[in-house]
Protein backbone atom coordinates (compact mmCIF):
# COMPACT_ATOMS: atom_id res chain seq x y z
CA UNK A 1 0.00 0.00 0.00
CA UNK A 2 2.55 2.69 -1.19
CA UNK A 3 1.42 6.01 0.02
CA UNK A 4 0.01 8.47 -1.59
CA UNK A 5 -0.34 12.56 -1.99
CA UNK A 6 -2.21 12.71 1.17
CA UNK A 7 -0.84 10.82 3.08
CA UNK A 8 2.76 11.29 2.20
CA UNK A 9 1.89 15.44 2.67
CA UNK A 10 0.25 14.74 6.54
CA UNK A 11 3.70 12.26 7.53
CA UNK A 12 5.35 15.05 6.89
CA UNK A 13 4.31 17.30 8.70
CA UNK A 14 3.89 14.75 11.86
CA UNK A 15 7.68 13.97 11.02
CA UNK A 16 9.05 17.77 11.82
CA UNK A 17 6.55 17.45 15.30
CA UNK A 18 8.40 14.08 15.77
CA UNK A 19 11.82 15.15 14.94
CA UNK A 20 11.19 18.82 16.89
CA UNK A 21 10.23 16.85 20.29
CA UNK A 22 12.72 14.32 19.81
CA UNK A 23 15.76 16.80 19.85
CA UNK A 24 13.73 18.90 22.67
CA UNK A 25 13.42 15.59 25.03
CA UNK A 26 16.80 13.91 24.30
CA UNK A 27 18.37 18.06 24.71
CA UNK A 28 16.48 18.19 28.09
CA UNK A 29 17.57 14.33 29.08
CA UNK A 30 21.54 15.49 28.03
CA UNK A 31 21.00 18.65 30.24
CA UNK A 32 19.94 16.37 33.15
CA UNK A 33 23.22 14.34 32.73
CA UNK A 34 21.92 11.12 31.22
CA UNK A 35 24.77 9.55 28.08
CA UNK A 36 23.14 7.42 25.81
CA UNK A 37 25.01 4.35 24.89
CA UNK A 38 26.73 4.86 21.21
CA UNK A 39 25.41 2.94 18.25
CA UNK A 40 27.64 0.83 16.70
CA UNK A 41 27.76 -1.97 13.73
CA UNK A 42 25.62 -1.71 11.24
CA UNK A 43 21.80 -2.60 9.63
CA UNK A 44 21.43 -5.87 7.43
CA UNK A 45 18.24 -5.27 6.15
CA UNK A 46 16.91 -8.30 7.81
CA UNK A 47 13.48 -6.30 8.33
CA UNK A 48 13.10 -8.01 11.47
CA UNK A 49 11.91 -4.35 13.16
CA UNK A 50 9.18 -3.90 10.50
CA UNK A 51 7.90 -7.24 11.49
CA UNK A 52 5.53 -5.89 14.68
CA UNK A 53 6.16 -2.27 15.26
CA UNK A 54 5.24 -1.35 18.38
CA UNK A 55 4.98 2.34 20.28
CA UNK A 56 4.87 2.86 23.74
CA UNK A 57 2.54 5.89 25.04
CA UNK A 58 1.79 8.01 27.80
CA UNK A 59 -0.62 6.90 30.22
CA UNK A 60 -3.15 9.56 29.38
CA UNK A 61 -3.23 8.22 25.84
CA UNK A 62 -3.34 4.45 27.38
CA UNK A 63 -6.54 5.03 29.85
CA UNK A 64 -8.26 7.72 28.32
CA UNK A 65 -10.64 6.19 25.62
CA UNK A 66 -11.18 9.23 23.02
CA UNK A 67 -7.39 10.10 23.46
CA UNK A 68 -6.65 6.72 22.69
CA UNK A 69 -8.86 5.82 19.95
CA UNK A 70 -7.72 8.66 17.74
CA UNK A 71 -3.95 8.05 17.97
CA UNK A 72 -4.92 4.38 17.03
CA UNK A 73 -6.81 6.12 14.13
CA UNK A 74 -3.84 8.06 13.43
CA UNK A 75 -1.74 5.54 13.12
CA UNK A 76 -4.24 3.01 11.18
CA UNK A 77 -5.32 5.75 8.48
CA UNK A 78 -1.80 7.60 8.12
CA UNK A 79 0.94 5.29 8.86
CA UNK A 80 -0.83 2.11 7.98
CA UNK A 81 -0.30 0.50 11.01
CA UNK A 82 -3.10 -2.33 12.25
CA UNK A 83 -3.27 -2.66 16.32
CA UNK A 84 -2.50 -6.49 16.80
CA UNK A 85 -1.45 -6.63 20.32
CA UNK A 86 -0.99 -4.60 23.22
CA UNK A 87 2.30 -5.29 25.75
CA UNK A 88 -0.19 -3.78 29.44
CA UNK A 89 2.93 -3.85 31.29
CA UNK A 90 5.04 -1.40 29.34
CA UNK A 91 2.18 0.38 27.84
CA UNK A 92 3.15 -0.58 24.31
CA UNK A 93 1.02 -0.84 21.41
CA UNK A 94 1.90 -3.66 18.96
CA UNK A 95 1.25 -2.72 15.14
CA UNK A 96 1.34 -4.74 12.37
CA UNK A 97 2.54 -2.41 9.16
CA UNK A 98 1.00 -2.60 6.11
CA UNK A 99 3.78 -1.36 4.34
CA UNK A 100 5.85 -3.57 5.19
CA UNK A 101 6.88 -6.41 2.46
CA UNK A 102 6.91 -10.03 3.92
CA UNK A 103 8.53 -11.20 0.65
CA UNK A 104 11.49 -8.60 -0.36
CA UNK A 105 11.45 -7.72 3.51
CA UNK A 106 11.26 -4.18 2.23
CA UNK A 107 9.23 -1.14 3.42
CA UNK A 108 7.08 -0.13 0.36
CA UNK A 109 7.07 3.62 0.95
CA UNK A 110 10.63 4.22 2.63
CA UNK A 111 10.70 7.74 2.22
CA UNK A 112 7.71 8.56 3.54
CA UNK A 113 8.45 5.86 6.49
CA UNK A 114 7.49 7.55 10.38
CA UNK A 115 10.04 9.25 12.50
CA UNK A 116 9.63 6.41 14.91
CA UNK A 117 10.96 3.90 12.12
CA UNK A 118 13.56 6.36 11.27
CA UNK A 119 14.97 6.73 14.82
CA UNK A 120 15.48 2.76 15.38
CA UNK A 121 17.20 1.41 17.06
CA UNK A 122 18.64 4.70 18.28
CA UNK A 123 15.69 4.82 20.66
CA UNK A 124 17.52 1.63 22.39
CA UNK A 125 20.30 3.88 22.99
CA UNK A 126 18.97 6.07 26.11
CA UNK A 127 18.12 2.76 27.88
CA UNK A 128 19.88 1.95 30.81
CA UNK A 129 20.66 -1.61 29.68
CA UNK A 130 19.86 -1.45 25.52
CA UNK A 131 18.35 -4.75 24.02
CA UNK A 132 18.49 -4.96 20.38
CA UNK A 133 16.59 -7.55 18.05
CA UNK A 134 17.92 -10.92 17.55
CA UNK A 135 19.80 -11.08 14.51
CA UNK A 136 19.96 -6.84 14.51
CA UNK A 137 23.23 -5.82 12.68
CA UNK A 138 23.61 -2.92 15.43
CA UNK A 139 25.09 -2.95 19.09
CA UNK A 140 25.07 -0.36 21.90
CA UNK A 141 28.52 0.82 23.09
CA UNK A 142 28.83 2.29 26.51
CA UNK A 143 30.20 5.78 26.84
CA UNK A 144 32.71 5.43 28.55
CA UNK A 145 33.96 1.83 27.07
CA UNK A 146 38.01 2.89 25.88
CA UNK A 147 38.53 4.13 30.02
CA UNK A 148 36.28 1.05 31.24
CA UNK A 149 38.56 -1.28 28.28
CA UNK A 150 41.97 0.45 29.94
CA UNK A 151 41.00 -0.32 33.33
CA UNK A 152 39.98 -3.41 32.72
CA UNK A 153 43.34 -4.18 31.24
CA UNK A 154 45.03 -2.44 33.83
CA UNK A 155 43.74 -4.72 36.23
CA UNK A 156 45.09 -7.72 33.90
CA UNK A 157 42.03 -9.04 33.02
CA UNK A 158 42.37 -10.95 29.57
CA UNK A 159 42.01 -13.34 27.05
CA UNK A 160 38.29 -15.40 27.28
CA UNK A 161 37.28 -13.15 30.32
CA UNK A 162 38.22 -9.82 28.98
CA UNK A 163 35.86 -11.18 26.30
CA UNK A 164 32.77 -11.76 28.27
CA UNK A 165 33.33 -8.62 30.52
CA UNK A 166 33.37 -6.85 27.25
CA UNK A 167 30.25 -8.39 25.75
CA UNK A 168 28.69 -8.20 28.84
CA UNK A 169 29.47 -4.03 29.46
CA UNK A 170 28.38 -3.04 26.12
CA UNK A 171 32.30 -2.40 25.63
CA UNK A 172 32.70 -3.78 21.69
CA UNK A 173 33.94 -1.63 19.39
S1 LIG B 1 6.59 2.09 7.72
FE1 LIG B 1 8.20 1.04 6.62
S2 LIG B 1 10.01 1.25 7.95
FE2 LIG B 1 8.18 1.64 9.23
S3 LIG B 1 7.58 -0.32 10.14
FE3 LIG B 1 6.43 -0.10 8.24
S4 LIG B 1 7.67 -1.15 6.70
FE4 LIG B 1 9.00 -0.72 8.45
S1 LIG C 1 16.44 -5.35 12.81
FE1 LIG C 1 18.36 -4.20 12.76
S2 LIG C 1 19.52 -5.09 11.04
FE2 LIG C 1 17.37 -5.71 10.79
S3 LIG C 1 16.49 -4.13 9.43
FE3 LIG C 1 16.08 -3.52 11.55
S4 LIG C 1 17.78 -2.13 12.09
FE4 LIG C 1 18.41 -3.29 10.26
Redesign the pocket.
Known amino acids: MRDGFIRRALKRIALLFFQVNLRASRAVARFRGDKPFRLGGA????????ESPGIQVGRLVWYLPTLRNAFLAWHRHVNGFELIDRDIRHRVFIFKCHHFDWETRRCDSYDTRPGMCRD??RNQLWQPNPT??E????KAIHPNASKFLESLKEEGLEGEALEKVKEKLNLLE
Open positions: CRGCGKCCYPFLGCGY
